[in-house]
Structures are given as structure tokens and as C-alpha cells.
């Protein structure tokens, strides 16, 4: 069995370049595959996604929702957590052996695999540590990819276009890498079952997604230097597709494919970040007064007010992993007693939490409140507009009373892009976050999987993912 992710490719776009004869490889494997649309129950972000795919668990058992952090109700403040490692479905008896190529949230050796390469190439800043199992198996990796794990290129209020322009061209050259690297490794290695995660999609379409809709009214600000780039996001599409072609025709012609994506990518410019304000404003949060705040948060947040860009660049450089967890400020000092409802971070979308009476442990939410409570903020929510008068809410998730999720995942609109909140006749401002990012997720992935394994059915859930590719093979669930 050969699964092939294509992380945060849009199917929209694959079956836009298949249909015009631009990615012959994925359309001649759709022609003898079903397909089949990814998609949670209940779709909170893209971080939990992948830890979904690798346990079979769903978020609120995996716990993994926002890169280390976790909201600790009994603190009161997002906290960062030493996870155990989760335990893959392909890890379960019956594999007779794995090969893993760059498959987030995997172990760094396991004694049913023919190879682990872990960090080669990643997109996600959490899995920059770089291992090969076994080692010798780092002779077919050749050279490293040209990736740096994690970075940001800010081409807004930077100098930093050039770099920006070679994101193509890093990406085009990563894709030849992985390519011939994933065809070494099957060939000398040759695992019952591989999964090879391409996360070029993923990075570039962050960075290049204006490529491909350049008139796209969010795009209006993009200075100009950052739109006349070498290489466009179609372009990695296209070699990409050269490279599954290579890997399927080394897989063979008796060998399972499966091609799929978590979810997809969609025009953006930057991150909303207006939710704390407005629930500060409509009343439903509250800061605490200047005396009561804790001493040592204030002096933080003093000096990370005060210290130059540049300081701030060498300090994340030389600063171990762990302190900057311990000195990450995610959370303003609420007054909690007069705070019900307060937004929590998330890498995309507006997250809310309830401040509920023994589930937090300054909770003033009566428990019998919970749901009106909620009604009330969703329409709060669906009420609010942009300054040209758009709705700024398009789909409102409510999760349940669990301990670690949000209560509410508010997934914006286009016109939430726009900095300002409009409710009845308030008005809330707050910059974007990340204003370079041009590419944002959306709520659905796809799956190419053969039709005798698919059946009937057209939807499946990250969490079920991985235990429909392994029935070919045999791994029970």
C-alpha cells in the first residue's frame, strides 16, 4: 500500500489543473479511484488534524490543538503540556513493515519499520528535529531540503521580498528531492506499507496562494514586489504531480494508492484578530484592573513591548524550546470573575471558552446556562459586519462541555480580513495577525482511494483515515 499526502493541497485546484491536462498522473489515478471528501465532525482548526490521521483519535482524546498548548481550567491560562507520544494505527499488529517519509507525529524508530525519516523537509515548526531510522537509510536522502522549518517571511513591513521569491523556487527543487528520494528508499527498502507526505503544499500555498487569483480583491495591498515571483503555485502543483507519477510507477502496478489531503487552502490575507476585542466589548469578558494584575505578567509584557525586532529574532534563536513556552503570554490577565466568555488562540480560526462553573475553576457560567449562554454569543457573532457592511461569520462550530476544546470555533468570512468588527454601531478594530500569510485553510481535504476499498462510502473522517488505507493489507483497527 502507497499513501501519498499532498498536506493542505485543494482538490478544487487538482481537479481545475487534471481537467485542463496539467496533472495527467493524479488524473489517470482519480479515473480508477473513488473519491472521497475529509472532513471531521466537527472542524475546529487544522492543528488537530494530523494527530487525527496518526491515532485515530479524535481531538478532545488526543489533546493536541494548538502546537503544545492547552487550556488548563484549573489555572486558568493556556499552558504548555508535555504530551506522551501517541500511538499510530500502523504500529498495531499485522504490518509487516512501514516505510514513513516526513508523516507528522510519528516515533523516531518502531520494529515494524523498513524506514522512519522524520524533519527531512516538514512545514510544521513542531517537527523540526531530524532523524533517519535506520541510519544508513540516510545515504538515499542525499542532500537536505531546502526548507527552513517554521520561518516567517515578513514582506509587509520587511525588507524580506527576495527571500519571498524563492519560496518557489525551494519549493520546485524540495518536490525533485523528495521525489527521487521516496523512489531510493522503496526500491532498496521496499515496506509493505509507505506513507510519503509531501508538505510543500502546505508552505507554499501559505506564500503563494495570490498566485493563482492575483486579482482577488483581498491581494489589494500586496505590495508589488511580492507578486511579480518566478514561480506560482500551479507550478508546484505540476511538478508534484511528476513526482507521485514516479512514486506510484516505483510502488508498481499490484500496490493500493492512495492520494489524499486533510484539508485544502483558500485566498487570505493574514489572520482575524478582532474576537478578544469584541467579546471585551459587548461585555461578555473583562480585564482585570491594573492592581490586580500579577506583577510578573506585567513586567513581561513591558519589556516584550520594548524590545526591538531584531533583539527579538536572536532571542528566539538562542532561547531553548522550553523557556520560550514558559515565558509565552497567551492570555491577557482577565478579571475572571466578571468574564463568561473569552477567546483562546487558535492557528486560524476565532476560539472561544467558556468560563463555566466547576469545569473552570473560576468559573461564574452556571452549568444549566451553558447553552443559552452560547446561543447568545453565536448570535452576537452572526451579527457582526465589516465596515462595507459584510457578514464576518460564516459558520459558527459548537464543540460541548469538554475539558480542553473551545466551546465555540467561529470560521470567518473574506470580509474578516478587513480589520474592523461592526455591531450595531460599535465599531472594533485589531490588526491581522501574520498579514503576509496569502493562503489560509479550508474545512475540507480529499482522498483518491481504490473503489473496492471506498465502497459506498463518500466522506470519511481524518480520525478513520489511516484504518481504511491499512484494510488493504490487512491492519486490523
Known amino acids: 500500500m502507497l499513501a501519498v499526502a499532498l498536506e493542505s493541497a485543494e482538490w478544487t485546484l487538482v481537479q481545475r489543473l487534471m481537467d485542463a491536462g496539467e496533472m495527467p498522473n493524479l488524473a489517470a489515478l482519480a479515473e480508477r479511484s473513488a473519491k472521497l471528501t475529509v472532513a471531521p465532525e466537527r472542524y475546529i482548526g487544522g492543528v488537530p488534524l494530523w494527530p487525527s490521521f496518526t491515532s485515530g483519535l479524535e481531538p478532545e482524546e488526543h489533546r493536541r490543538l494548538y502546537g503544545p498548548w492547552l487550556w488548563d481550567p484549573h489555572q486558568m491560562r493556556v499552558a504548555s503540556q508535555q504530551f506522551e507520544p501517541l500511538a499510530p494505527l500502523w504500529s498495531r499488529a499485522g504490518a509487516g513493515s512501514v516505510g514513513l517519509f516526513d508523516m507528522p507525529g510519528v516515533p523516531e524508530t518502531s520494529p515494524a519499520a523498513a524506514f522512519i525519516i522524520r524533519g527531512w523537509g516538514s512545514h510544521n515548526p513542531m517537527e523540526r528535529e531530524y532523524t533517519v531510522f535506520p541510519a544508513d537509510a540516510a545515504s538515499l536522502l542525499a542532500e537536505r531540503h531546502p526548507f527552513r522549518c517554521g520561518t516567517e517571511i515578513n514582506y509587509?513591513?520587511?525588507?524580506?521580498?527576495a527571500e519571498l521569491s524563492r519560496v518557489g523556487s525551494d519549493t520546485i527543487r524540495g518536490l525533485r528531492l523528495r521525489g527521487a528520494a521516496g523512489v531510493r528508499l522503496l526500491r532498496r527498502l521496499r515496506p509493505e506499507v509507505a506513507m510519503i507526505d509531501f508538505p510543500e503544499f502546505h508552505r507554499s500555498g501559505h506564500w503563494l496562494w495570490h498566485t493563482l487569483e492575483p486579482g482577488d480583491p483581498l491581494y489589494e495591498s500586496i505590495p508589488d514586489a511580492a507578486r511579480s515571483l518566478p514561480v506560482g503555485i500551479a507550478d508546484v502543483y505540476r511538478e508534484a504531480d511528476r513526482q507521485v507519477g514516479l512514486l506510484v510507477e516505483e510502488a508498481g502496478p499490484d500496490a493500493e494508492v492512495f492520494v489524499f489531503s486533510l484539508n485544502g487552502m483558500e485566498p487570505a490575507h493574514g489572520i482575524p484578530d478582532f474576537l478578544r476585542s469584541v467579546l471585551l466589548g459587548t461585555g461578555y469578558a473583562r480585564i482585570a484592573k491594573l492592581r490586580t494584575r500579577s506583577l510578573p505578567g506585567r513586567g513581561l509584557r513591558w519589556v516584550k513591548a520594548r524590545t526591538p525586532p531584531r533583539v527579538k529574532r536572536a532571542y528566539h534563536g538562542a532561547a531553548s524550546e522550553k523557556l520560550l513556552l514558559r515565558a509565552a503570554q497567551l492570555l491577557p490577565d482577565y478579571d475572571w470573575a466578571a468574564t463568561?466568555?473569552?477567546?483562546?488562540?487558535?492557528?486560524?480560526?476565532g476560539w472561544i471558552r467558556l468560563n463555566v462553573e466547576g469545569r473552570e475553576v473560576a468559573g461564574i457560567v452556571p452549568a444549566g446556562e451553558y447553552d443559552a449562554t452560547c446561543e447568545g454569543i453565536e448570535a452576537m457573532l452572526r451579527s457582526l459586519v465589516s465596515a462595507a457592511g459584510e457578514p464576518l461569520v460564516k459558520q459558527v462550530v459548537r464543540t460541548g462541555k469538554d475539558n480542553v476544546l473551545p466551546d465555540?470555533?467561529?470560521?470567518w468570512t473574506p470580509a474578516a480580513?478587513?480589520?474592523?468588527?461592526?455591531?450595531?454601531g460599535r465599531e472594533f478594530r485589531a490588526p491581522r495577525i501574520l498579514p503576509w500569510?496569502?493562503?489560509?485553510?479550508?474545512?475540507e481535504g480529499f482522498c483518491l482511494a481504490p473503489e473496492w476499498v471506498a465502497g459506498e462510502r463518500r466522506t470519511v473522517a481524518p480520525a478513520e483515515l489511516q484504518e481504511l488505507m491499512l484494510a488493504p493489507v490487512g491492519v486490523a483497527a
Open 156 to 161: 509587509v513591513s520587511g525588507d524580506r521580498v
Open 340 to 349: 463568561r466568555a473569552f477567546a483562546i488562540p487558535s492557528e486560524q480560526h
Open 408 to 411: 465555540l470555533a467561529v470560521h
Open 417 to 424: 480580513h478587513g480589520e474592523v468588527a461592526r455591531l450595531d
Open 437 to 443: 500569510l496569502v493562503g489560509q485553510h479550508t474545512v
